[in-house]
């Protein structure tokens, strides 16, 4: 089993809708938890980080941790075309990032 | 610098020639990390240094492989006798604690 497991997509969907992105993992010694946000041939930026359970929210985005069930989400609210691009979860155990294969989303105006 | 700088930022290479890729993290970062993204797919660790502890080399995937970092600063990545399946990008990162900042990265191509 891999330590972090996130559907690829890819995810299509019109401007202003609600999207929702999500990991699971394994290793129960995690305690931060990113999200990542990749544009093509760029590298990745830090979109959110949360630790330990909860929710985190800036502006439109959204992350929810639920350690009980290993399970981590992003919500995007009122999407846009800028938001075209590949969304990766890392959580981490104080060391090194544990990265999901990532999920390409696209927003259509 | 303000934020994680590698260099070359791209690199064409024989087959079995050897490489080295530089990467500069942010000022003050104690942690180092280098990743490798093949075309298509996710990001796979490669090695964390962390302050003066040994480094985490769980994944580098040959000898061929080997990276060090100069204190608290620039860290070199080699690969030695590149394979074609060494073409990639490999990503540096940094950090203090927590998140941490991704540079750019250096495409390997191997031809």
């Known amino acids: 089993q891999k330590e972090v497991e996130q559907d690829p997509g890819p995810l299509s969907v019109p401007e202003g809708a609600i999207v929702s992105l999500n990991c699971t993992y394994s290793?129960?010694?995690?305690?931060?938890f990113m999200w990542y946000r990749q544009y093509s041939r760029k590298g990745p930026e830090l979109l959110m980080y949360t630790y330990s359970s909860g929710n985190k929210e800036d502006g439109r985005f959204t992350a929810q941790v639920d350690k009980s069930s290993k399970y981590i989400s992003l919500f995007i609210r009122d999407s846009q075309p800028s938001d075209s691009a590949t969304y990766l979860c890392?959580?981490?155990?104080?060391?090194?990032?544990?990265f999901g294969r990532g999920t390409q989303l696209t927003v259509w105006p | 610098g303000a934020g994680v700088s590698q260099s070359p930022s791209n690199k064409v290479t024989e087959k079995g020639k050897d490489v080295e890729l530089r990467c500069d993290p942010i000022s003050g970062h104690t942690a180092l990390y280098w990743y490798r993204q093949r075309l298509g797919q996710g990001l796979e660790f490669l090695i964390y240094f962390q302050g003066n502890s040994a480094p985490d080399k769980s994944g580098l995937p040959s000898d061929r492989f080997s990276a060090e970092r100069t204190g608290e600063s620039v860290s070199t990545l080699t690969i030695q006798r590149t394979q074609q399946e060494d073409s990639a990008v490999y990503l540096c990162a940094s950090s203090e604690w927590g998140p941490i900042a991704f540079g750019s990265g250096t495409r390997l191509t191997v031809v």
């Open positions: 890392a959580p981490s155990d104080l060391g090194r990032l544990y």
């Open positions: 290793n129960s010694a995690f305690q931060y």
